[in-house]
């Protein structure tokens, strides 16, 4: 089982921008689709972004052409570039790896955009 660790949330303004990361350890990650959700509060948790184990990605609708995901799996790492944030981008952004049924779930990171 892989183990993951977000970081990078914060606090910025609207149109700011914010770098995720997420660790992976226990396991290398190379063989794993990873994605990136996020669960705002009073709502469901919801794909952001999601990349296979060869690179291919696609993004939710609301954040396509600001957000852009990567891995580097020689360092075991997933990122999410967040650009043009927009207050409904606050959330708890999760790092996952393997599916949302069976796979792997990081602790979480919170990303609020506010002025």
């Known amino acids: 089982q892989v183990q993951l660790v977000e970081s990078g949330g914060g606090w910025v303004q609207p149109g700011g921008s914010l770098r995720l990361s997420c660790e992976a350890s226990?396991?290398?990650?190379?063989?794993?689709?990873m994605g990136w959700y996020r669960q705002a509060p009073g709502k469901q948790r919801e794909l952001v972004a999601r990349?296979?184990?060869?690179?291919?990605?696609d993004y939710a609708d609301s954040v396509k052409g600001r957000f852009i995901i990567a891995r580097d799996n020689a360092k075991n790492m997933m990122y999410l570039q967040m650009n043009r944030l927009k207050p409904e981008d606050t959330a708890v952004y999760y790092c996952?790896?393997?599916?949302?049924?069976?796979?792997?779930w990081g602790q979480g990171t919170q990303v609020t955009v506010s002025s």
């Open positions: 990349i296979g184990s060869r690179g291919a990605s």
């Open positions: 996952n790896a393997g599916g949302v049924i069976l796979g792997s």
């Open positions: 226990g396991s290398v990650i190379d063989i794993y689709g």
